[in-house]
C-alpha cells in the first residue's frame, strides 16, 4: 500500500511538472506582449483561464492548444477531485470557443479521445462520473452537431451510447446505473431515428432497470415511451 502511495504521489509531481511547464511554455509565447506574474502557477493560471470569456478564446488559438492539454493532465490524475477539476476547464473551454476553432486541427478529437477512456469508469467516483457524462455530450453536441437535411448518422455518438449501454447493464450499483440511463435519454433525443440500431439492446436495458424502478430515481415510463416514438 505504501508504495502504491508513493508512485500515486510520483505520478501526480511529475504531472505537475508537465503542467507548470505548459504554463511556461504559454507565457514565453506572448513574449511580445505584456505579461503578468500572475501566471505564474497553476491557480493563478486556471483562475486566469475561466475568467477568459468568448470571444477571448477565438482570439488566442495558442491558449486553447495549451488549456486542452493542461486539462488533459488533470484527467490523467488518480485524485478524482484533480479529475473533475480538469472537466471544469475543458467545460468553460466548450462554452467559451467557436466550434469551428474547437474542432480546428482534431482539437476536439483529442479530448474525446481522453473522455472515451472513463466512459466505463464505473467503479470510481460517481460525482467524476456524472460531470464526465455531461461534459462527454457537451463535447460530441459540438462535433456532432443537429442537421436538418440529416447529413450525418451521429457515428460518435453511436460509439459513445453503445458503451454507456453495456455499462448501464452490467453494473449492480443503482446510482451508477442512473447516472448512465439519464444521460441515455438525452442521446435518445439527439440521435432520434438513429437510435433504432440500438434498439434491441436499448429496451433490454430500459426493461432490466424497470425491474429495479423503486431503486432508480428516474421516469422510466416516459424513457420507455421516447424508446419507442424514437423508432
Same mark, same amino acid.
Given at each position: !500500500?505504501? #508504495?502504491?502511495?508513493?508512485?500515486? +504521489? @510520483?505520478?501526480? @509531481?511529475?504531472?505537475? +511538472? ?10 514565453? /509565447? ?5 505579461? /503578468? ?12 483561464? &475561466? #475568467? ?8 488566442? =488559438? ?13 484527467? =490523467? ?16 473551454? !466548450? ?12 482539437? /476536439?478529437? *483529442? ?8 466512459? @466505463?469508469d464505473k467503479d470510481g467516483s460517481v460525482i467524476f462520473l456524472d460531470k464526465q457524462m455531461e461534459s462527454m455530450r457537451r463535447l460530441l453536441n459540438l462535433i456532432e452537431t443537429s442537421y436538418s437535411s ?17 455499462? $448501464?447493464? !452490467? ?19 439527439? !440521435?432520434?431515428?438513429?437510435? $433504432?440500431?440500438?434498439?434491441?439492446? &436499448? *429496451?433490454?436495458?430500459?426493461?432490466? $432497470?424497470?425491474?429495479?424502478? /423503486? ?11 421516447? $424508446?419507442?416514438?424514437?423508432?
Amino acid at each position: !500500500m505504501f #508504495d502504491n502511495d508513493n508512485k500515486f +504521489e @510520483n505520478y501526480s @509531481n511529475f504531472n505537475r +511538472e508537465k503542467r507548470i511547464k505548459l504554463i511556461e511554455n504559454y507565457q514565453a /509565447s506572448l513574449r511580445h506582449k505584456p505579461v /503578468s506574474s500572475f501566471l505564474s502557477d497553476e491557480a493563478s493560471f486556471e483562475k486566469f483561464t &475561466l #475568467d477568459t470569456k468568448f470571444p477571448e478564446f477565438d482570439e488566442n =488559438e495558442s491558449l486553447i492548444e495549451i488549456v486542452i492539454r493542461y486539462s488533459i493532465l488533470y484527467l =490523467e490524475e488518480f485524485n478524482y477531485e484533480l479529475k473533475i477539476k480538469g472537466l471544469e476547464l475543458l467545460d468553460h473551454l !466548450m462554452e467559451s470557443t467557436s466550434p469551428s476553432l474547437l474542432n480546428l486541427n482534431m482539437r /476536439s478529437r *483529442l479530448i474525446l479521445s481522453s473522455f472515451e477512456r472513463y466512459i @466505463n469508469d464505473k467503479d470510481g467516483s460517481v460525482i467524476f462520473l456524472d460531470k464526465q457524462m455531461e461534459s462527454m455530450r457537451r463535447l460530441l453536441n459540438l462535433i456532432e452537431t443537429s442537421y436538418s437535411s440529416g447529413e450525418h448518422n451521429y457515428k460518435q455518438h453511436s460509439i459513445v451510447f453503445d458503451s454507456m449501454l453495456n455499462n $448501464c447493464y !452490467m453494473t449492480t450499483n443503482q446510482t451508477v446505473k442512473t447516472i448512465y440511463f439519464k444521460n441515455l435519454i438525452f442521446y435518445i433525443i439527439q !440521435m432520434n431515428v438513429y437510435t $433504432c440500431r440500438h434498439l434491441e439492446k &436499448l *429496451l433490454t436495458v430500459a426493461f432490466d $432497470c424497470g425491474l429495479d424502478n /423503486s431503486k432508480i430515481n428516474f421516469d422510466f415510463e416516459g424513457t420507455v415511451n421516447i $424508446c419507442f416514438m424514437v423508432s
